[in-house]
């Protein structure tokens, strides 16, 4: 038994210093590698398990990486030549406006290789009574390619009828494609529905197999439509009923969308084109795909910027976007995100706005979707920024589900990021950046009329509650990151 026990302990020893020489190296923040090191200690075997699903960095990608940026440069940049050729000229003469777009575009375009489409007819589709009618005629006009890829794509009596569209425009010749996260579709879509779209002659894939165990947290969560690569759709909505009748428990189901006509629907095309190589090994990369030559301006030249972040980016390019338009701001910030959850850099930005008397107002959605641990992890960091002099706003009126942030009346962003470290670090997200006064003011009016729903958040109230119920939030705020 003493050698035993003598065995156990240098086992133990040697797996603390191996671990800790490895979470060393990755030369995470302290406060990271401390918690990860007190995980692996604590819980040996579940520690590693939990770390193998949710906490690897960038270098655990480093060969999907390199796949992603050889797609990129070597097959969509020449395909999107035409507004390459004038990035120099449309940038010098954007970033003349003001201060606060020259850093923006400059941040946007190095940390994700951004390109800066100008050439667009861009159009804020608040909630699905306007999305989904838009996005049917759209896709009925269809002559060669459907793209739709979503988080969610659920089998209901709405997406029933997107079925026949989908099926009548296959049997047309039209090359119908279709990308969905297994996770997120896993209680909404059934194999039923996939096999008669694919007997039909759609080609339908998930982005990532579940059976991959060790990247089954890390979900793609954008959702892009793009139709003959000239029309696109991006934003926080994905495709289900429960957006038009707002779903179990709730009465309505508020979000936000985008309408891009012109060079931006290029762009979001390139990005689908990308994943779905990566799912389906079926290379898209040609002229039939970017018919850029077609997408002269429609009523106006509206400077768009796509962006896109992952768990294999090299920078953490939505959250520094973020960052930078919080920092930014003069007068003020309005953002809106179903979660909560904020690193230290976002919760930072947040709290010197605001002491900075920048009006800095957050809407939240006042019901959970489901999992209370984001709500209640969320109490904690809301009460923390509240200190600071923000304001928070809770929505319920049904469920916000919408992610926008638009700074002094001058530039916003419409996405599928949620402010959560999930977001930010774990999740495959896209937002599009638009650079519009109209485009600024008329979210942010749709900001103001949604606070005639909202409840604004109490903090002594918070301070006063049930010292159990606020211990249970402080808990809930250790599992940040896996929320």
Not at 66 to 93: C, F, G, M, T, W
Request: charged share 25%.
């Amino acid at each position: 038994m003493s050698h035993l026990g003598t065995i156990l302990t240098a086992s133990l020893a040697l797996y603390a210093f191996v671990t800790a020489v490895f979470l060393i190296s990755e030369n995470r923040r302290p406060q990271s590698t401390l918690a990860w090191m007190l995980a692996f200690f604590v819980a040996p075997g579940i520690g590693v398990l939990i770390y193998l699903l949710f906490g690897r960095n960038r270098k655990a990608f480093s060969k999907q990486s390199k796949l992603l940026r050889q797609d990129l440069e070597a097959n969509a940049r020449p395909l999107l030549s035409p507004v390459l050729s004038r990035q120099d000229k449309e940038i010098a003469r954007l970033e003349g406006e003001s201060a606060s777009r020259r850093r923006l575009m400059k941040l946007v375009r190095d940390n994700s290789d951004s390109v800066l489409t100008t050439r667009n007819h861009v159009r804020i589709q608040q909630d699905a009574t306007t999305f989904y009618p838009s996005l049917i005629e759209d896709m009925k006009t269809a002559r060669r390619s459907i793209h739709l890829q979503y988080f969610i794509w659920g089998a209901d009596r709405f997406t029933k009828r997107l079925k026949e569209i989908l099926i009548a425009k296959a049997i047309e010749g039209v090359e119908v494609r279709l990308l969905y996260d297994p996770l997120g579709s896993y209680f909404h879509l059934n194999r039923a529905y996939i096999r008669e779209l694919q007997a039909a002659g759609v080609k339908m894939a998930p982005t990532s197999p579940l059976y991959r165990l060790h990247t089954i947290s890390y979900r793609n969560h954008r959702k892009i439509t793009v139709i003959d690569g000239t029309i696109g759709y991006t934003g926080g909505m994905n495709i289900g009923k429960e957006h038009l009748d707002g779903g179990r428990g709730f009465e309505s189901w508020r979000d936000t969308q985008l309408r891009i006509v012109g060079e931006g629907a290029g762009v979001l095309q390139a990005v689908f084109i990308v994943d779905w190589h990566n799912a389906a090994r079926e290379n898209l990369f040609s002229d039939a795909y970017f018919p850029m030559d077609a997408t002269e301006p429609a009523d106006n030249d509206m400077p768009v910027q796509i962006l896109t972040s992952g768990p294999d980016s090299r920078w953490a390019a939505i959250r520094q976007l973020y960052a930078s338009m919080i920092t930014t701001a003069q007068r003020h910030v309005f953002l809106q995100s179903p979660y909560f959850i904020p690193d230290a850099t976002i919760a930072e930005a947040l709290r010197t706005a605001a002491l900075a008397g920048v009006d800095v107002r957050v809407m939240l959605s006042a019901q959970p979707s489901g999992n209370r641990l984001p709500d209640w992890a969320g109490n904690t960091y809301i009460a923390d920024i509240v200190a600071a002099g923000v304001r928070v706003f809770l929505y319920r009126k049904g469920y916000l589900h919408a992610k926008t942030i638009s700074i002094d009346s001058e530039i916003c962003s419409i996405g599928s990021a949620n402010i959560d470290i999930r977001s930010f670090s774990i999740n495959y997200e896209l937002n599009a950046v638009l650079y519009s006064k109209r485009l600024a003011t008329e979210l942010e009016q749709d900001f103001e009329r949604d606070l005639a729903h909202c409840t604004e958040f109490d903090a002594a109230e918070y301070e006063n509650r049930n010292v159990v119920a606020r211990f249970r939030d402080s808990v809930a705020r250790l599992l940040s990151p896996l929320l």
